[in-house]
């Protein structure tokens, strides 16, 4: 086992409440809104903002954001991380709105190895509707699953990927599935993956106007809203461990083109901490 007193964990976290572009009606870049990122060292930042809005386009009427990092003082644990993303009142084109959406992700660096247990718990939709219908969501907080044994890549686990794997099946099986999105969801392939995309929400479900996908919503006149989008990505591959591990979720990312045209995340954490040697 690795000499654990030598060794050094540096952190990497960031929480983000909004961020975009938009093109239509108006050319407006959506600067970075109640955003903290952690310092490598460790710490604690938190920032809490009142109302937002963007003209009619896109408004909130509170948001905060908190990164923390530290040696974990229970025995046999390394070094935790959190992250955390809050947006209030949320409307958009009076099409979609929220009460709120917490984003929110922790991890567990282990003492010897490099693969963290990651934990998605506080991750939620309260009250989110299209068009002032209610969507019933599933979530999957449990994609990822236990961290795989002997540092193992997640990227490459079995149980992990037979659960992205179904997720991808229900939508490719979904009618009228666009092309780019079967593109775009389509299976990875080959023995080491090194980056995969999938959702913490599994089915959205509710009498608001358009057609689900999973855990995206393709809706007529404003565009499609991706959920609780999920990316992690393994790198610096050593005899097939990844010293890497990044993890980036997206509770809400909006794809719009027609009553408004352009791209917004809303509550984006990212979470990619390393140990050295």
Excluded at 123 to 151: C, M, Q, T, W, Y
Excluded at 209 to 216: E, K, M, S
Excluded at 243 to 250: G, N, P, R, Y
Aim: positive net charge.
């Amino acid at each position: 086992m690795a000499n654990t007193n030598k060794r050094e964990h540096l952190y990497h976290a960031e929480a983000v409440a909004l961020s975009g572009h938009l093109h239509l009606p108006l050319l407006q870049e959506i600067k970075p809104q109640t955003s903290v990122k952690l310092h490598e060292k460790g710490g604690y930042v938190s920032q809490h903002s009142g109302s937002y809005r963007l003209e009619g386009i896109l408004s909130y009427k509170a948001a905060y954001a908190q990164v923390a990092g530290n040696r974990d003082p229970k025995r046999g644990h390394g070094w935790s991380t959190l992250t955390t993303s809050v947006v209030e009142g949320i409307n958009v084109l009076e099409v979609v709105t929220a009460d709120r959406v917490v984003t929110q992700v922790s991890s567990d660096h282990p003492l010897a190895g490099y693969v963290p247990s990651i934990s998605f718990l506080g991750s939620r939709f309260e009250n989110l509707r299209i068009a002032g219908h209610p969507v019933d969501l599933e979530l999957a907080l449990d994609v990822l699953g236990p961290k795989p044994g002997s540092d193992f890549p997640y990227t490459s686990d079995a149980n992990f990927l037979k659960r992205v794997s179904d997720q991808l099946k229900r939508i490719g099986g979904c009618k009228n599935l666009p092309p780019e999105m079967l593109k775009r969801y389509k299976p990875g392939s080959g023995s080491q993956i090194e980056e995969i995309e999938c959702s913490i929400v599994k089915t959205a479900k509710g009498p608001f106007p358009g057609q689900p996908f999973g855990h995206v919503i393709e809706v007529p006149n404003f565009g499609r809203i991706y959920l609780g989008v999920l990316r992690i990505r393994q790198s610096d591959f050593v005899k097939n461990v990844p010293k890497k591990t990044l993890i980036d979720l997206t509770m809400i990312d909006l794809e719009m083109g027609c009553i408004g045209g352009g791209r917004a995340g809303i509550g984006n954490n990212i979470l990619n901490g390393g140990t050295v040697p």
